[in-house]
Structure formats: structure tokens, C-alpha cells
């Protein structure tokens, strides 16, 4: 039972480690295809801003990514995602629901903040508008992802950001093997299901008087040529 155990609690780890790098590795591919490029420097920042708040680095990867659909200048991206850090934990608001808001803000002529009391001033994708978002902001709920982060919960949080880390990395040691497990389970699925279909060509009976897998074989052939020759679909 212990043995069990054990190796139930294995499978559920590398489970868990693959799971965690597949949402991390999606988060940056949003990134990239919001940005039209990769960008280590927002990589970087959403590092660097889970160690000084609650929110992982996947998390914070994918609002930069809404808000880089609106949004290219990278330095802009890392100021309207500090502030939206801010509002998110200040409001107990999931971090991409704040992301969506602060990016529909920036990238039209809704105020969508305007609930929580936050003014905007400025054209639509302008600098005047940017800043003043991100400074009424910071105002408002400046500082409240780092001050959440120092508290029991927040360092608890904190931990299991850490952990979720160390299993993205160790899922990305795996994914190789695993891409080449699915690729195989895949073909042989495919290759299975080529098969059952071909039967259905024969009928039970010339199913049944096969003698062997290579008399089937044969047979399976010659009734799809017929079925050529007579112009039938497959």
C-alpha cells in the first residue's frame, strides 16, 4: 500500500510540474504574440514583481500580455502593469480581470475605472493617457501589492509562488519526453482508428473467414480498389 502510495503521489508530481510549465509557457506565447516579438525584459519584470507581491509570474505574464495588445513601448507596458498589480490587490481582484479593465482604458475611449474612481485624461493609445492612468493609480492604490506580500498570508502566497517555480522548471525538463510520448499515442490513435475504419469496407462475413492478418490486409485492399475503380467515395 505505501509502495501505492508513493507512486500515486509521483505521477501526481510530475503532473502537477508539467501542468505548471504548460501555463507558464502559454502565458508567454500570449505574450509574445500580443508584442510580435519575445521580451526578456518583461520576462524579467514579471520575475522580479512576483518577489514583491502575490501573484506569480505567470499570472503577471499574461496581463502584460492583454495590455500588450494595446500597448507596445515596453517601459509603458511595465508602468500600466505595476499599477495594475496595485488595483488588483488592493480590490481582491483576479490580476487578469485588472489587466482587462486597465487595458480596455487605455485602448479606447471607455473609461472602465471609473467604478473604482479612477479619472483618465488623454487620447486613446497617448502618452497623456498612459500616465494618467497610471498615476491616478498609484495615488489610489499605490503600493498595496508589495504591502499584501509582507503580511502571513502574503508570505505564504510568496511560498507557493516559489514552489510553483521550482515545478515549471522541472516540467520543463520533461516536456521534451512527454511532446514525444503524445506525438506516438497520437499517430498510434490515428493509426488505429485507419484501421477500424478499413474494416468497415468488409463485411462480418469476409471479416470472419480471414486466416490470417495478412489475408485480412489483402482483403481490406482489394474491396477499397473496387470501390475506386467503381468511382464509390471512402
Not at 30 to 39: P, V, Y
Not at 168 to 196: C, T, W
Amino acid at each position: 500500500a505505501g509502495a501505492f502510495l508513493g507512486a500515486g503521489a509521483l505521477i501526481a508530481g510530475i503532473k502537477g510540474a508539467i501542468n505548471a510549465f504548460g501555463e507558464q509557457e502559454l502565458a508567454e506565447k500570449k505574450l509574445e504574440a500580443s508584442l510580435g516579438k519575445t521580451s526578456q525584459s518583461l520576462l524579467d519584470q514579471a520575475a522580479a514583481l512576483q518577489q514583491v507581491s502575490v501573484f506569480g509570474d505567470e499570472t503577471i505574464i499574461s496581463a502584460q500580455a492583454l495590455i500588450g495588445a494595446f500597448v507596445k513601448d515596453e517601459e509603458q507596458i511595465k508602468l500600466a502593469t505595476k499599477a495594475t498589480l496595485d488595483l488588483a490587490a488592493a480590490k481582491g481582484m483576479d490580476l487578469v480581470v485588472a489587466a482587462d479593465l486597465v487595458s480596455k482604458t487605455l485602448g479606447s475611449s471607455t473609461n472602465a475605472l471609473s467604478r473604482y474612481g479612477i479619472e483618465v485624461k488623454g487620447a486613446v493609445g497617448s502618452t497623456e493617457r498612459l500616465e494618467s492612468l497610471t498615476g491616478n493609480l498609484a495615488d489610489v492604490f499605490g503600493g498595496q501589492a508589495t504591502a499584501q506580500s509582507e503580511t502571513m498570508t502574503g508570505s505564504i502566497q510568496q511560498m507557493n509562488n516559489a514552489v510553483g517555480d521550482a515545478a515549471e522548471s522541472m516540467g520543463e525538463l520533461l516536456a521534451p519526453s512527454i511532446i514525444q510520448a503524445a506525438k506516438f499515442f497520437k499517430g498510434a490513435s490515428e493509426a488505429v482508428g485507419g484501421y477500424l475504419a478499413s474494416l468497415k469496407t468488409l463485411s462480418a462475413e469476409e471479416i470472419n473467414a480471414s486466416t490470417s492478418q495478412d489475408d485480412l490486409a489483402e482483403r481490406i485492399t482489394k474491396t477499397k480498389n473496387a470501390m475506386v475503380n467503381l468511382g464509390v467515395s471512402q
